[in-house]
Each structure stands twice: as C-alpha cells, then as structure tokens.
C-alpha cells in the first residue's frame, strides 16, 4: 500500500525559505503515469494546489506560486520536495503531498493517495 | 484562469440525498474529481473521472455531470458523511484547480 509521509521544520521565520521533503513507501516513485504533487490548506481554509513533479523532473506549478516554488525529486531516496521563498504570514498552512495520477493524452489528473500533511507557521 | 465553484454548504436530515454541485468557469469541461475531507484530515477521493467510484468508496456516493456542471450526490447520508468536499479538475495548460469546498451538515 503506498503511502507518503511529509517532514520539515514547523516553524519558519518570515522572509525565509519553506523546505519540506515527502517520502514515498510501498511503491516506486518511478512509476509511470505518476506526477507527484504538494497541496497546501490555511487554516480553516480551502485547498491550493501548489506544483507537481514527474520523476524525470518535469514540472508544473501554480502561476500564482511559480516564481517561488521549486519542486525537485530524488529517485535515489524515493523522496520529492517542496521550497518555497520569501514566506509570509499568509504561507502557514498544512502541507500535504500526494500522488498526482496524471493522463496528458486527456489533459486529466487526480491526487490519491494524500499524506497526512504537516503544519508549517510562519512567524518571528 | 480556470475556476471551479462550489456551494459553501450543503444540510441534509439522515438517510436524504445530498446534492452538491461544481460549477466550471468555461469549456471544454475537464474531467472532475472530488475529495471528502473530515475534520484533521487529508482528504480521501471520493469519485474520479465524473461519476468513477474507487474501491473501498461507498456506493453510496455517485457523481454526474452535465454541462459545465459535474454533481456529487450521496444517497442515503449517514452520519459519518459530514465533512467538507472539494471538487478538483485542471485546465488545458495542465494547472490543477480546486473548488472553494462545501460542507456537508447532516442534521
């Protein structure tokens, strides 16, 4: 059963960069036909999709994100990972990974499993 | 950009149908899915590709789509289906998109 596991510091200061690694087990982060995907939630908020990565390093972010976030994969340790710079207030939230079931030819994709996410404040 | 929006909420006496709606900003209509989120929780896919049912899902939950219009209905809502849903889909440009979220209340 794959599942994923979020991990990074809690707390970050503001003006600072986010970094948060996601672990992948019981599966191969290789696998085709698999992005792999980092949402957010504020809280009490909704969901914000914040970028996805496929194995070989191609990626998509949100364009409300994208000139602070890089997502990058580490095959070696079936691990991705999110930074984000430049953090304000507005940036806590809980983080979650999930996989990004992705079909192109159909310009679809779906997120399933989800880890169990991970809060990150930002404060001073 | 692409938008999706939802009812903020949706109430419902056990063992009604609930009905709750997504509504798409502009066509073609992509593929939809939805995700039930209970209170410190990730959320669980509830229905992929419109009106898919993954394993271990409830029949209860079924979903449509009409339109630029995609439904997720639950028949028979019990107690444990309050939570919050969201609806998700992506545009041409591959950006994935979630609905505002509507929570279900079962009175």
């Known amino acids: 059963q794959l599942q994923l596991q979020e991990s990074g510091p809690g707390l970050v200061k503001p003006s600072e960069t986010l970094s948060l690694t996601c672990t992948v087990s019981g599966g191969s982060i290789s696998s085709s036909s698999y992005y792999w995907g980092w949402i957010r939630q504020p809280p009490g908020k909704g969901l914000e999709w914040i970028g996805s990565?496929?194995?070989?390093?191609?990626?998509y972010y949100n364009p409300s994100l994208k000139s602070r976030v890089t997502i990058s994969v580490d095959t070696s340790k079936n691990q991705f990972s999110l930074k984000l710079s430049s953090v304000t207030a507005a940036d806590t939230a809980v983080y979650y990974c999930a996989r990004d079931r992705t079909q192109l030819a159909l310009r679809t994709n779906w997120f399933d499993p989800w880890g169990q996410g991970t809060l990150v404040t930002v404060s001073s | 950009s692409y938008e999706l929006t939802q009812p903020p909420s949706v109430s419902v006496s056990p063992g009604q149908t609930a009905r709750i709606t997504c509504s798409a900003d502009?066509?073609?209509?992509?593929?939809a899915y939805w995700y039930q989120q209970k209170p410190g929780q990730a959320p669980v896919l509830v229905i992929y590709k419109d009106s898919e049912r993954p394993s271990g899902i409830p029949e209860r939950f079924s979903g449509s789509s009409s339109g630029t219009t995609v439904t997720l209905t639950i028949s028979g809502v019990q107690a444990e289906d309050e939570a919050d849903y969201y609806c998700q889909s992506a545009d041409s440009s591959g950006t994935r998109v979630f609905g505002g979220g509507t929570k279900l209340t079962v009175l």
């Open positions: 990565i496929y194995y070989s390093g191609s990626t």
């Open positions: 502009a066509l073609p209509k992509q593929y």
